[in-house]
Every structure is written in structure tokens, then in C-alpha cells.
């Protein structure tokens, strides 16, 4: 095929880099930034940069945050051929794919969303890497009238670009896991990180500190926009969470051996279960 890449910064980069190096596609990049797209083709992550003329692609990958994909894809829809699939990396859908589709179908062309489930604690191109998706998860979200073919494309390049499991699902049932899978995880990393002795932790902290605490150098335009555009859905899990600290702490305030145990009991007890249904083992 031959593959726009719209935005070349981690996500956008790693992708093009992935393209290079695991298949014989023909990639061109586009990017605000010239010293980008110059550093691309230097590093043979793309064969050509962007000229301007939307012809002849076969796939379009829109690698933006959702605003910016969102105005990008309005104001070149026009441009772009009708036989060609455009799709998205954005954490987000639901609404926004709708959007998409709109402006998609308005314009006689092909659209489908998708979400790499990969990322670094830092962003840009210069952290891109052609590796960053093997074995990762990989959502493909069409919507149910769509058309089958095009769900294909998209799961044969996530096989091609080292995806381990592929999972089709809806635009809104995407949403409504990303809220608590990694936009919750997210949050309460930023949350955490807001102690008072955040400054004096070194020599003190593990593997579980650096756990929490790897994605608060979140890019908060990027983040902004991916929570407030799934509201609703990270609403309900974040105060769920709360509901839960809350028992956590009654627990301590009261002193109470048996209410914490039990907690922490029923924690474990959920992950190992959790543990058992990824192994594929019975319960």
C-alpha cells in the first residue's frame, strides 16, 4: 500500500519507523516541523515527505491529538481520494469517530478508527522507535454498518507492525474500557505524584513507586482533550475509586485489622482471578 502517516511524533513516527522496517509498504511522512520530516528520512523512516497532493494513497493514518486530527480531517477531506481508507490513532472514540465518519461520509471517503495500546513516559519523534508496538494490544472500532474490508486493512497492518492481540469493538465500548484501563491510570498517577514528599523519595522508592508514578509526564494538551472528550465514562470510574479509597481509610481511621485485611483480600482475590482469565485458565 501506500501510507500517509499525518504527524510524525511518537506514535505517528514509531508507526512510519514500524512500516520501514516490518513490511515492503511505501510510506510518506507529514509533519508540521520540516527538520522532522527531514530527520525521517534520514533515518529511512519514511520514502518520501508529503507534497501536498492526496492522490493515490491507499491509507491515510491521521497520528494527531483529537482536535487536531478532528480540524485536520475537516479541512482536507476534499482533497483526499474516495477510494482511500482514513483512519486514527487517537485514545479516543465514541463521539469523536462519529464526528469523523460525518465528515468522512460527507466527502464520499473511507473511515475507520483504531487505537495502539502503546506509548512512552515521553512523547515526540525523537522517542519513536520501530519496536514500540510488538506484542502491544491493538483496537480496531468500527461501526456496525461498516464495511468488513476495511476492519481487515487495519488488523493486517497492526499484525505487521508486531501487535499481539487485536480487539474489534465498538466506538462507545472502546471508550468505556480506555476510561478504566488507562485514562483512570493516568489520572491517579498525576494524583499521586502531588505528595509533599514527592522531593525526599529518593532512596526510599521501588518498583511500585516507579510503577505509579511513570506516565505523570503525561503531555497534558494531549491528555486534556482525551479526558474531557470521555467524561462521562472516566466520571463513573474515577469516583468509583474514590468509593473504594474512602473504605480504605475508614479503615485506618478506625483502627481496624479486619476491615483492611479483608480489603486487601478481596483485592488479591480480583487480580488473580484477573491473572487467571488473561492465561485463559479457569476461574
Not at 518520501?48 to 487536531?68: E, K, Q, R
Not at 464520499?108 to 514500540?132: C, T, V
Amino acid at each position: 500500500m501506500k501510507i500517509l502517516v499525518v504527524g510524525l511524533g511518537l506514535i505517528g513516527g514509531s508507526i512510519c519507523k514500524a512500516l520501514k522496517k516490518y513490511t515492503n509498504h511505501f510510506v510518506v511522512g507529514s509533519d508540521l516541523s520540516h527538520d522532522i520530516e527531514e530527520a525521517a528520512m534520514r533515518d529511512v523512516a519514511a520514502d518520501d515527505v508529503f507534497t501536498g497532493d492526496y492522490s493515490g494513497f491507499d491509507l491515510i493514518i491521521i497520528a494527531l491529538f483529537p482536535n487536531a486530527a478532528e480540524e485536520y480531517f475537516r479541512q482536507n477531506a476534499g482533497k483526499m481520494d474516495k477510494n482511500t481508507l482514513v483512519t486514527d490513532v487517537c485514545g479516543i472514540k465514541g463521539c469523536f469517530s462519529e464526528r469523523m465518519k460525518k465528515i468522512a461520509d460527507d466527502n464520499n471517503i473511507r473511515y475507520m478508527g483504531m487505537h495502539p495500546m502503546a506509548g512512552k513516559e515521553f512523547g515526540g519523534y525523537q522517542n519513536s522507535s520501530p519496536d514500540l508496538f510488538c506484542k502491544a494490544n491493538f483496537i480496531v472500532a468500527p461501526f456496525k454498518d461498516d464495511s468488513e474490508e476495511n476492519a481487515e486493512i487495519l488488523k493486517n497492518l497492526a499484525k505487521e507492525i508486531g501487535a499481539g492481540k487485536i480487539v474489534v469493538t465498538t466506538p462507545e465500548n472502546h471508550d468505556k474500557m480506555i476510561a478504566y484501563t488507562s485514562q483512570l491510570a493516568h489520572i491517579v498517577s498525576s494524583a499521586y505524584v502531588k505528595s509533599p514528599e514527592l522531593s525526599l523519595e529518593c532512596g526510599f522508592s521501588g518498583g511500585s513507586f516507579q510503577d505509579m508514578t511513570r506516565i505523570a509526564t503525561m503531555n497534558e494538551n494531549m491528555w486534556t482533550d482525551l479526558f474531557l472528550q470521555n467524561r462521562e465514562n472516566l466520571i463513573f470510574e474515577l469516583e468509583t475509586l474514590i468509593d473504594n479509597l474512602h473504605k480504605y481509610s475508614d479503615a485506618l481511621v478506625n483502627d481496624d485489622p479486619k476491615a483492611m485485611c479483608r480489603l486487601i483480600e478481596e483485592g488479591r482475590k480480583l487480580k488473580e482471578d484477573n491473572l487467571r482469565h488473561r492465561q485463559g485458565q479457569p476461574n
